[in-house]
Nanobody, 116 residues
Framework: VQLQASGGGLVQAGGSLRLSCRASGHSFRSYTMAWFRQAPGQEREFVAEITSSGSGTTYTDSVKGRFTISREKNTGYLQMNSLKPEDTAVYYC????????????WGKGTQVTVSS
């Protein structure tokens, strides 16, 4: 499966962005999808994931209540509200077949910059 992330940009603190991750090349229905991010000089970190059915979601503590992960057909989304400067990073979407394993499929990142 190939993943293409989009939707990043520059936004002021308190603003919103919606990232999209389009999957192609294979049915996406049986894949768990996730978002990760990497800020300059820092390691990549997990942000959120959603099960193949869409019924289960998990978030890192720092984005709970502000970010919402969702999916529809072959596209996943990350709605980001109340953005903070510390959310500035390159955001990557990733996928794994099934659940609980290794994320083996990655898209190119999309830059999110939040100004103070």
């Amino acid at each position: 499966v190939q993943l293409q992330a989009s939707g990043g940009g520059l936004v002021q603190a308190g603003g919103s962005l919606r990232l999209s991750c389009r999957a192609s090349g294979h049915s996406f229905r049986s894949y768990t999808m996730a978002w990760f991010r990497q800020a300059p000089g820092q390691e990549r970190e997990f942000v959120a994931e959603i099960t193949s059915s869409g019924s289960g979601t998990t978030y890192t503590d720092s984005v709970k209540g502000r970010f919402t992960i969702s999916r529809e057909k072959n596209t996943g989304y990350l709605q980001m509200n109340s953005l903070k400067p510390e959310d500035t990073a390159v955001y990557y979407c990733a996928a794994q077949k099934g659940y609980g394993g290794h994320f083996g499929y990655w898209g190119k990142g999309t830059q999110v910059t939040v100004s103070s």
